[in-house]
């Protein structure tokens, strides 16, 4: 595709100061940034970072009118380097997309080629989008949990924030390779059986999960996927057994955690931050290939539900407020 192309993107503008409009506007791919693949997209996915780029908070996205949308997956529609090429499927997550430069929520983007991984055979862009930045972050802590020597027999696995993208995921991958999984949230009598459903044996409330009481707490988890920060995480480390792995990748209660170095010397607990924008290309391509083999989920279709660009807006106003439960997929075909 060599000539320039209109497309449909969903635009934050900043229409006085600290005011943020959302419309859905006809733009062109000559107004892309710069970049080696163009990328015809036919899906995305909404996560939290979209929604505060909506919002037009700028630790997240600097300058505006802007594009939200830090996940994207599609075909190829023009390529200056030689190992993409047109038609090919393609995933692209993280880096600067949907950040300072334009993302998912638009028909097309052009990134780098280093920001590009081919799709397994095994896996569709629709498939992709549902696992998305959630997803990945949540196969993420997995890996770490796994190649640091946790397994299903050493006993319970935590996942807190269990019904927000990463924590649902987490709770289903690790199901899916045979882990005992506990799940917290706030959210008990409305999502048990969605969690049950994903493959939880057990769910505790927000308040079952918290115990700031005191520094060491009973021993019970072989590992923890801490979704939210602050006093969970708190308690879940106090919580931890022998040799436990901790993976984190989220604030959404609090950055901030008020703990000692008991877990950490006493048990040998080992603390992972997961951070999945910047993670290496072929470890990415790796992982993606995980994703489609051996840990592809039995039932990514029901993990998540679809909206348009069109009736994106509450979504994003949704997950803002706290509510909302699994994977959003934004369908752009």
Not at 123 to 137: H, V
Not at 177 to 190: C, H, L, Q, R, Y
Not at 247 to 252: D, H, K, R
Not at 275 to 291: G, N
Request: net charge negative; with cysteine.
């Amino acid at each position: 595709m060599s000539q320039s192309q209109q497309f449909r993107a969903l635009v934050i503008t900043e229409t006085e100061p600290k005011t943020f409009s959302r419309k859905i506007e006809t733009r062109n791919t000559d107004d892309l940034p710069a970049g080696d693949v163009l990328i015809r997209v036919h899906y995305s996915s909404l996560n939290y970072k979209d929604a505060l780029s909506a919002s037009g908070n700028r630790g997240v996205t600097r300058k505006f009118p802007h594009t939200p949308g830090i996940d994207a997956a599609g075909i190829v529609a023009q390529s200056s380097v030689e190992q993409f090429t047109e038609g090919e499927q393609v995933v692209v997550i993280g880096y600067d997309l949907g950040m300072n430069t334009d993302g998912g929520f638009g028909e097309y983007i052009r990134v780098p080629a280093g920001w590009v991984v081919k799709l397994p055979a095994t896996l569709t862009p629709l498939e992709a989008m549902t696992y998305g930045t959630a997803g990945f972050t949540a196969a993420m802590s997995v890996d770490e949990l796994v190649r640091n020597g946790v397994a299903p027999e050493d006993g319970e696995v935590l996942v807190t924030g269990a019904t927000g993208g990463v924590g649902s995921m987490a709770v289903a991958l690790l199901a899916k390779i045979g882990f005992n999984v506990v799940a917290a949230t706030g959210k008990v009598e409305s999502a048990t059986d969605f969690l049950r459903k994903l493959g939880a044996t057990s769910i505790i409330s927000r308040e079952e999960a918290t115990d700031t009481s005191r520094p060491m707490l009973r021993s019970r988890w072989a590992g923890v996927v801490d979704c939210v920060g602050g006093e969970m995480l708190e308690t879940a480390l106090a919580s931890t057994k022998s040799n436990a792995v901790v993976a984190i990748s989220g604030l959404v209660a609090s950055p901030k955690i008020n703990t000692t170095v008991f877990p950490f010397i006493l048990r040998g607990v080992r603390l992972v931050g997961i951070e999945s924008a910047d993670f290496p290309i072929q470890k990415r391509a790796a992982l993606w290939q995980k994703l489609a083999t051996d840990w592809k989920l039995d039932n990514l279709a029901t993990l998540a539900r679809e909206v348009t660009l069109d009736t994106l807006n509450p979504e994003i106003d949704t997950i803002l407020a706290g509510g909302q439960t699994g994977r959003v997929i934004v369908n752009l075909t």
